[in-house]
């Protein structure tokens, strides 16, 4: 049987998927089309890692692969040196546009999980309550996901993810459908809950700004096949919540030095500190991909 080759809380090794091409059979055209291609990345305890990469690169398939919805053609991931083979509750995920159930309110959502595992009612209810409180929908528990915001829903979805205790959160764009406060407040919010429940976290953005702001590594992977190009080290201080991190000049540096990445640009690794990049080439590196 395959074992985990380190001791690293998660470890993806040699990952490749392939879908069947479209127009398969017609001309010379290939029969598979390359979504992953020997995408190899190992996460620490505890540790918040960012993945960024053009559209159709193979963000979404490699975490569904990661939460056991999906099979890769080859290669394996472990977790805690066991195999990842379907999806389990170790792993919390939040999925682009909440997906919560629309027949339960706020509560039940939250504690949905937890009925799972078969906790007892009274000790949902105190798990739940912590939650709401911790993402701030204290006073919202008996509403519907309608009645609620699209920032308000997306914080539900994180509540119900880290109400059972994963120990990993797997995470896709899940602040992309809320308006730009909004984000950078979820953003602040989320570094506040990992740094007071040490998770390990993977997040998919396209927002290199994002994905900068909130990670201590960002893999940034190509396109076509999909695969890594190159993990980053974010060494920016923390604690980055309520702070103006995001308009320092180091900052900027970072993200432009991630933007380059993503441009097929050589990246400049020891970008001079006090100067700053371009106007035209600092608004670009803002920019979503
Ligand atoms: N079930 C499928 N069948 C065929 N091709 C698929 C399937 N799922 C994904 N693909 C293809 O695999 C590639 C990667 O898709 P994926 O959704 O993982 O990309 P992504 O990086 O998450 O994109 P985006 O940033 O636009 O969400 C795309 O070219 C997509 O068309």
């Known amino acids: 049987m395959a074992t985990a080759a380190s001791n690293a809380k998660i470890e993806i090794r040699g990952i490749h998927r392939v879908f069947p091409a479209r127009n398969r059979g017609r001309g010379d055209s290939p029969k598979e089309f390359v979504a992953l291609k020997d995408v190899s990345l190992q996460v620490q305890k505890g540790e918040f890692l960012a993945i960024v990469g053009p559209s159709g690169c193979g963000k979404s398939t490699l975490l569904d692969i990661l939460a056991g919805l999906a099979k890769p053609s080859s290669g394996e991931i472990f977790i805690d040196g ?17 997906a919560l159930f629309p027949w339960r309110t706020v509560r039940q959502n939250v504690e949905f999980g937890l009925e799972i595992k078969k906790v007892p009612k009274g000790e949902r209810r105190a798990v739940s309550d912590r939650f709401i409180g911790l993402v701030g929908l204290e006073g919202f528990a008996d509403h519907f996901p309608h009645e609620l915001s699209g920032g308000m829903k997306q914080r539900v979805a994180i509540a119900r993810a880290l109400a059972y205790d994963p120990e990993v959160l797997l995470m896709d764009e899940p602040f992309a459908a809320v ?57 920016l201080p923390r604690p980055r919540h309520n702070s103006d991190l995001r308009s320092s000049a180091e900052f900027g540096w970072v993200r432009h030095k991630v933007w380059e990445l993503l441009q097929n640009r050589e990246a400049k690794v020891e970008a001079p500190r006090r100067t700053l990049p371009s106007v035209a080439d600092a608004i670009s590196s803002s920019v979503e991909l």
């Open 179 to 235: 308006d730009a406060q909004t984000r950078e407040t979820l953003q602040d919010e989320l570094l506040r809950i990992w740094e007071e429940t040490g998770k390990t976290i993977i997040f998919v953005t396209h927002s290199i700004e994002e994905a900068v702001f909130l990670a201590d590594r960002v893999a940034v992977l190509g396109t076509n096949p999909g695969a890594v190009k190159e993990v980053v080290d974010i060494d």
């Open 82 to 98: 066991r195999k990842v083979t379907g999806p389990a509750l170790d792993r919390g995920i939040v999925l682009q546009g909440y």
